[in-house]
């Protein structure tokens, strides 16, 4: 999805033309989904994803780009749980102009709002409150929108907000005053709005979710009401409650990351005032839930998780965005035990064993490590070990910091802890551990013995007392041949020459021998190979085209540079039916009718590109979709005989054409390998009547097991893949982005805000840039660019965008000069300028840094 922003990039993106921003963004997505009520989904239930072409990238004319191509990347975000909010408007200053209170209180705010003594909207008695006296003024007009910014994206919380209003007498030629408070996603998509305006003695009002049908609200009239707005989290039913009554029920599939509150009044339109009334916001506050352990914004397609060591988890997602359940990952390395997991590390003479506090808890009993621990296996002592998912070669440190917890006075207390570094076969072969102990009726705890060593050497160490210690913040390192132990607690800083073996894991060691105290492991940090994860995927490529169509239509399958599919309809009077084309083997086709069911489906069959409609009626109105599924199509494939030994390697020539290249080398091997893959890419062995995958690890190589000598082989590579460890039991969020290979500039940027029935997608294109630099237009250049608006992929009509230059969007004249083609004079400089281009329909803003050539 979309990157999060700050309230000033909220402000910047949207602009503050027009009827405002709180405004602007209702009525936008009022057109948006009011135009796909009409639309049924393209496939079967409901999502809800946003999609864009980047940051500040870097935009050229196709020909001034250092390269060609370009194509979809993912990027995923860690949801950590939000902190609360509540805002009862009683920090000071009180009695002063909304905008006053809102810069001394750390709120965005923008627009005019009234500060005079006959009509003001002031920070007053712990309210945010508008106040009409109904007395005679120069009439004006106010738009005015306070801003929160919520710290993260939110699909589970409790929102609430407190709204009065009093009004004794009406004019009916007086202006009515419109009060609209919306929840918006992070793309500045309203997820709830409420509306409320004064007319009569009272304060209607209505609400809806996604610009949905609005249901009325109770009126507000010399009374406060509270509504509440719950979300479940993504997927889940969520409710709009005023007071006790439900208003509203819909299924959440966006987060919330903003609240807006607008005040908006034209009194030059009216002929009179109205009469004194008072509207207050007197409270708002959030509450987040529990973050749920979830990959949300994830499209319909195939998608795996892939560990260093191979192990992978699978997802099959239906249907436009979805979620894939994060609760049973392979396990993986964390050292700094943010996330809620113990990750890889291996619990072994452990009665506690848990994370929590950002601290790995531990309690463990048996035999300690002392002098006798260089060349012991690590799996004799108690502790929590992490094998490496690849053997640590070379240099390489270790630092971590341990502190012991929970003793009494009533009792006497001993605990060993420490840490041990093994070799490939789990033998200890470096270690430093400090025994501490708490004499019985005495609260402190103190540091008694010291050992440590390096194979091949002998041990070092012994009887140490400091008094007042109960923690290490020690590091083990290794440089050629040279050890390195050094230990602040225990005064140790040991050189040595010692072994370069490969190193095989890491032992958190400890032993309680005399009752029991607690260690809380603060952070094992090292340079050593930890997991890295890979996030792979086949998405689904879905095009789809609205219309009538003709018995002499083909529709071809076109992916477009700038990560978009399209349907491009041709007319061929030789034809005799309508025909799908530019498809592989595995895509699909369907047909809607006008009531949004299928009335023709069919799949690309082997050695075609293509499909002719058959048994339906035409010429057909109705909506054709096509979906490509690159999932069905391997990269490379050897069939035929292998022995235990063999490998297949995987090769890739100049023009990017993979095969399987067989050598039967007599390997001492069981079985056969797949070698030259790449985390991640995925292998389908077919011997005998069994078919298996198996996915590539960061060795880059599977073991194949021959039940039969004859054997199929099939590699497929992602098409989507994300560099990610995914820990268990956290919260993420995919994004998706334009990827610019190699070079940092594009000649196309859009945004897209997509659901399974309705996709809205604005587009810019620059053609050309031509510098005038001292000439008859002075230090400008004329930019000419294309500006295109798409709705559920068909193009849209004309609209000439708002083109802003600068942090501060500073507007400037446009022409049109063909279809879809306009102009801009852009001031030269020295530095790539920034411009801006934004939707009048939408309100959505593109943005990127005009590349000029020097």
Not at 266 to 294: C, F, H, I, L
Not at 403 to 432: C, K, M, P, R
Not at 768 to 791: C, N, P, W
Request: charged share 15%; glycine share 12%; hydrophobic share 35%.
């Amino acid at each position: 999805m979309s990157r999060s922003m700050d309230r000033g990039d909220l402000i910047r993106r949207n602009g503050s033309e027009g009827f405002g921003l709180a405004a602007l963004g209702f009525f936008a997505i009022i057109m948006m989904f009011a135009a796909s009520m009409s639309v049924q989904p393209l496939s079967g239930g409901q999502s809800y994803v946003s999609f864009y072409s980047g940051g500040e990238v870097l935009l050229a004319p196709e020909e001034g780009a250092k390269e060609e191509g370009t194509g979809m990347v993912y990027a995923i975000s860690e949801m950590t749980r939000s902190q609360a909010w509540s805002e009862p408007f009683t920090s000071p200053p009180q009695g002063v102009p909304v905008a006053q209170w809102a810069a001394a209180n750390g709120y965005a705010c923008e627009g005019t709002a009234p500060a005079s003594d006959a009509l003001s909207l002031n920070v007053t008695d712990g309210a945010l409150t508008w106040t009409n006296k109904g007395i005679d003024r120069a009439k004006g007009v106010y738009n005015f929108t306070l801003w929160k910014a919520f710290d993260q994206p939110l699909y589970s919380y409790n929102l609430s907000i407190s709204i009065y209003a009093s009004k004794g007498a009406w004019d009916i030629y007086s202006p009515p005053l419109y009060l609209t408070i919306t929840a918006h996603d992070q793309n500045m998509a309203p997820i709830v709005t409420l509306r409320f305006n004064t007319s009569g003695t009272s304060f209607y009002g209505n609400a809806s979710a996604y610009g949905g049908t609005p249901v009325a609200l109770l009126d507000i009239y010399k009374t406060a009401y509270t509504f509440t707005l719950f979300s479940g989290g993504y997927g889940a039913q969520s409710t709009l409650k005023q007071g006790p009554s439900q208003k509203l029920s819909f299924t959440c599939y966006t987060p919330l990351k903003y609240l807006s509150i607008n005040y908006f009044i034209n009194e030059t339109a009216y002929r009179d005032y109205d009469a004194a009334y008072t509207v207050k916001v007197e409270d708002a506050s959030m509450t987040p839930g529990a973050p749920t352990a979830a990959l949300f914004g994830v499209p319909s397609g195939e998608w795996w998780y892939t560990a260093s060591n191979g192990e992978t988890v699978a997802w099959q997602v239906a249907g436009g965005a979805g979620v894939l359940n994060l609760t049973n990952l392979p396990t993986t390395f964390n050292g700094e035990f943010s996330s809620a997991t113990t990750g890889a590390w291996v619990p072994q003479g452990l009665s506690i064993f848990s994370v929590s506090g950002g601290n790995l808890n531990t309690k463990g009993s048996g035999g300690e490590i002392l002098n006798n621990g260089l060349g012991q296996p690590a799996a004799s002592f108690p502790g929590a070990y992490y094998a490496l998912p690849v053997h640590g070669e070379g240099d390489f440190y270790v630092a971590v910091r341990v502190a012991l917890s929970g003793w009494a006075t009533t009792l006497q207390y001993t605990s060993n802890i420490g840490v041990a570094i093994t070799d490939t076969y789990g033998n200890i072969i470096a270690y430093l551990t400090a025994k501490f102990n708490s004499p019985r009726m005495s609260s402190a705890i103190n540091l008694e013995s010291c050992y440590y060593g390096v194979h091949p050497n002998n041990a070092n160490g012994g009887p140490l007392l400091r008094y007042g210690r109960s923690s290490l913040t020690l590091n083990i390192s290794r440089v050629g041949s040279t050890w390195n132990i050094y230990c602040i607690e225990t005064e140790t800083n040991l050189t040595a020459t010692g072994t370069n073996a490969p190193i095989g894991g890491i032992l958190l060691h400890h032993a309680n021998t005399i009752n029991g105290m607690n260690a809380g492991w603060d952070y094992v940090r090292t340079s050593l190979p930890a997991e890295i994860g890979v996030l792979c995927g086949n998405p689904d490529q879905k095009a789809a085209t609205r219309g009538t169509f003709y018995a002499n239509t083909t529709l071809t399958y076109t992916a477009t540079n700038s990560g978009m599919q399209l349907l491009v309809s041709s007319a061929r009077q030789d034809l005799d039916g309508l025909k799908f084309d530019g498809m592989s083997e595995g895509d699909t086709v369907t047909l809607y009718g006008s009531d949004g069911s299928a009335v023709f489906t069919a799949t690309v069959t082997e050695g075609t590109t293509g499909i002719t409609v058959t048994g339906v009626q035409l010429p057909f109105t109705g909506t054709a979709s096509a979906t490509s599924r690159p999932n069905s199509i391997p990269i490379a494939q050897y069939s035929g005989p292998l022995s235990s030994g063999d490998s297949l390697t995987l090769t890739c020539d100049d023009q990017g054409t993979y095969s399987l290249l067989k050598v039967s080398s007599g390997g001492n091997w069981s079985g056969a390998l797949v070698t030259g893959l790449n985390q991640g890419w995925k292998v389908v062995v077919t011997s005998g009547n069994s078919t298996t995958a198996l996915y590539g690890g960061s060795s880059g190589q599977v073991r194949i097991s021959l039940p039969t000598e004859m054997v199929a082989v099939a590699v497929f590579k992602p098409t989507a893949a994300v560099n990610y460890t995914l820990q268990q039991g956290s919260t993420y969020i995919l994004e998706r982005m334009l990827s610019l290979p190699d070079v940092t500039t594009t000649d196309t940027i859009f945004y897209e805000v997509s659901t399974t029935g309705y996709e809205y997608r604005v587009e810019v294109r620059l053609l050309s840039v031509e510098q005038d630099v001292g000439g008859t237009l002075g230090d400008l250049s004329k930019m000419t660019f294309m500006f295109r608006i798409y709705e559920d992929k068909a193009l849209m009509y004309e609209a000439s965008p708002v083109v802003m230059i600068g942090e501060a969007g500073t507007a400037i004249p446009v022409s049109k000069t063909g279809a879809y083609t306009f102009t801009a004079l852009i001031p030269t400089g020295s530095q790539s300028p920034l411009v801006k281009f934004r939707d009048p329909s939408s309100g959505i803003v593109l943005e990127g840094r005009l590349a000029f050539e020097r």
